[in-house]
């Protein structure tokens, strides 16, 4: 069952501040006879970054937003203790790119002969690109994260809405209905999301109805939020959940075929494109350079734009269309 990140603090009280642990709330936890609680550790490199950087980055109030995506990400992980890995990470990049720069500026300006300032540029640029874009690029990590999962779950919502709703038409629980949906990991990412709803109930001791908003406010996915969210508005309005879980059932459906028809459209689309870009006009760009080369007299200079459509433009509009078409068609299975 995976841990709770606000369970994070409850488990290593050592690291935080003083005022926020005295005013922390104790919490009672229902675990059945025998079991242990998990929770989520960290490893010796967030230690050290969590221990060095800890006064830094206490001094300011952690980001909403950042606490947020991390929770949607399932990053067992707090915001502060996050931003302390960044600064780490951070200054550990620095330091890699630093002889990085150095090799590479002592290869192109001894034995490749570049002039001097292209071996300054290296050695300085290096470590600089590496520490902005590390320091700036690692707290956008989670919400990407958060939006592929996002991605995973909207894939997998339509094929697990058949196992609610066939659930539902047996009369089993809604909480028993999430603890079976939880059991079933080909479902993927909305497996994981029914285990989170399936924790808050049954280790937390929260009723169902909490457990489905907390999982909406939580969930990356907007569709797999509307539908916890109907679950709840239903219940509380007195509704039947059968029919409405038969409905989201055959919307869900009926909107899966529409995106795949949309996807098996672009690909062919992109397939008509290929064979114009990549096939057809390198095909005919090298017979009309290779006549200019022969009839113009343009020489060694034509013979060089051949060798760089053959060798570089080809090849790379063959990857890039290669690269584009495997992800489109990723997200289909």
Aim: glycine letters at 8%; a positive charge; aromatic letters at 10%.
């Amino acid at each position: 069952m995976p841990a709770t990140p606000t369970s994070n603090a409850a488990v290593r009280p050592s690291r935080l501040p003083a005022p926020a642990l005295a005013s922390e709330p104790t919490r009672t936890v229902r675990l059945k006879r025998g079991e242990q609680p998990t929770h989520s550790t960290l490893t010796p490199f967030q230690r050290w970054c969590w221990k060095t950087f800890r006064q830094r980055v206490l001094t300011r109030p952690p980001d909403p937003a950042l606490e947020e995506n991390l929770l949607k990400a399932h990053i067992r992980l707090r915001a502060d203790e996050y931003m302390a890995m960044v600064y780490g990470t951070s200054i550990v990049v620095t330091i890699a790119m630093v002889f990085a720069g150095l090799g590479a500026a002592f290869f192109m300006v001894d034995i490749v002969g570049l002039p001097l300032f292209v071996g300054v540029l290296l050695a300085v640029g290096l470590p600089v690109f590496g520490f902005v874009g590390t320091l700036f690029g690692m707290p956008g990590t989670p919400a990407s994260t958060a939006k592929a999962r996002g991605r995973k779950i909207d894939r997998k919502i339509s094929p697990a809405m058949s196992f609610v709703s066939a659930m539902a038409s047996a009369d089993v629980n809604v909480d028993q209905i999430f603890k079976e949906l939880a059991r079933q990991k080909i479902y993927g990412e909305v497996a994981e999301e029914a285990a989170w709803i399936t924790r808050d109930t049954e280790l937390l001791g929260v009723d169902i109805l909490t457990a489905l908003r907390t999982g909406a406010q939580r969930s990356p996915s907007k569709r797999f939020q509307d539908f916890l969210q109907g679950v709840v508005t239903t219940a509380t309005s007195g509704g039947q959940l059968k029919p409405y879980f038969l409905l989201k059932s055959e919307q869900y459906e009926q909107e899966n075929k529409l995106e795949m028809l949309s996807r098996v459209e672009t690909l062919g689309l992109m397939a008509e494109t290929f064979v114009t870009v990549v096939v057809a006009f390198p095909l005919f760009l090298v017979i009309i350079i290779a006549i200019f080369a022969v009839i113009g007299g343009g020489g060694t200079f034509m013979i060089d734009i051949l060798w760089a459509i053959v060798a570089l433009l080809i090849p790379i509009a063959q990857f890039g269309f290669i690269f584009f078409m495997y992800t489109l068609t990723a997200d289909m299975v």
